[in-house]
């Protein structure tokens, strides 16, 4: 990477180390901070770029704890295609409309663009940059449900398999809670699941 290159980047994760501070709910603040920590340690492991691993992961959330009735209003402003499902349910829009704000706001770069954008989802086309974000949001240190000593330890392993084993288990949780699927999910796992 171009020295340039690693000021641009160095830049963006000063100032979104400032917004993180500023968000108003504590638990969303040490659930980022999480997920940026795991996300340097996977990167780190996986010979990836962990100042992008640590901006995508610092803004991921940014929006996760806006007004439910304000995301559909700001998905418009920013021209995103709202689906059924993100209609039924706008939180779920609350990673692209962070992507969307951070490639206006500091033009950040393509791969953590979509990491973000397709945090929630899945995405069948992920870089490993997004892979890192989708597994470190589900196994960060405050995380704690079922499984997850399992899906921590294969994140040690097998990135790749990590990544299908979570989004495997969020699919299994959705339906069994008889949730909505995004399309993206469903794309994710029938592009990764014969890998
Ligand atoms: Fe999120
Ligand atoms: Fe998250």
Known sequence: MKYYEVI??????????????R????????????????AKIL???????????????LGHDLFRDVKPYKFLKI???????ISYVEEKNPILLHGKIAAE???????????IYEAIYYHTSGYKYFN?????LFISDSIEPTRNYD??????????????LAYKEILKNKIIFALNKE??????????????INK
């Not at 704000?101 to 791969?111: A, F, G, H, M, V």
């Not at 490993?128 to 890192?132: L, S, V």
């Not at 909505?180 to 796992?189: F, G, H, M, S, V």
């Open 101 to 111: 704000y951070l490639k206006r706001e500091y033009e950040i770069p393509n791969d």
């Open 75 to 81: 998905a418009k402003v920013y021209g995103i295609d």
């Open 23 to 38: 968000l108003n709910t504590e638990h969303r603040i040490k659930h980022i901070m999480g997920v940026a920590y795991t």
């Open 43 to 57: 990167a780190e492991k996986y010979n990836e770029n962990e100042i992008k691993a640590e901006i995508a992961a």
């Open 128 to 132: 490993n940059i997004g892979k890192i």
């Open 179 to 192: 949730h909505y699927l995004l399309k993206e999910t469903i794309d994710a796992w029938n592009y990764n």
């Open 147 to 160: 499984n997850v000593e399992y899906f921590r330890n294969i994140a040690n392993i097998d990135l790749d």
């Open 8 to 21: 641009f980047l160095e830049e963006i994760l000063f100032y979104l180390k400032k917004i993180v501070k």
